[in-house]
């Protein structure tokens, strides 16, 4: 599996953004796609995450959203009200959905991230 990032950029607090995450290659039922963000000098953090469910971290809840588009392989980020704490690369990443994905590891393929930047 191969995933594909794109969408980020330099937005002003509160403005929005959308990120998209293309798949190619092989996928297989009970796939995860999530999203997980890295600020400077923090850790890699799970972001948001979509399966037949969504989950979301509590930092982000009610401001982004994840859609999928099977048709075009290609899973969404919807980021509103952005912030300037979700300053970030973001990177897309899927694996075999286990009932678990909020740890990176529970994730085997990569893209190569975005970066977004929200000014304050």
């Known amino acids: 599996v191969q995933l594909q990032a794109s969408g980020g950029g330099l937005v002003q607090a509160g403005g929005s953004l959308r990120l998209s995450c293309a798949a190619s290659?092989?996928?297989?039922?009970?796939?995860?796609i999530g999203w997980f963000r890295q600020a400077p000098g923090k850790e890699r953090e799970f972001v948001a995450a979509?399966?037949?469910?969504?989950y979301y971290a509590d930092s982000v809840k009610g401001r982004f959203t994840i859609s999928r588009d099977n048709a075009k392989n290609t899973v969404y980020l919807q980021m509103n009200s952005l912030k300037p704490e979700d300053t970030a690369v973001y990177y897309c990443?899927?694996?075999?959905?286990?009932?678990?994905?909020?740890?990176?590891?529970?994730?085997?393929?990569w893209g190569q991230g975005t970066l977004v930047t929200v000014s304050s």
């Open positions: 290659g092989r996928t297989f039922a009970n796939t995860i």
């Open positions: 990443a899927a694996g075999y959905y286990s009932g678990r994905y909020r740890t990176a590891n529970e994730y085997d393929y």
């Open positions: 979509i399966t037949w469910n969504t």
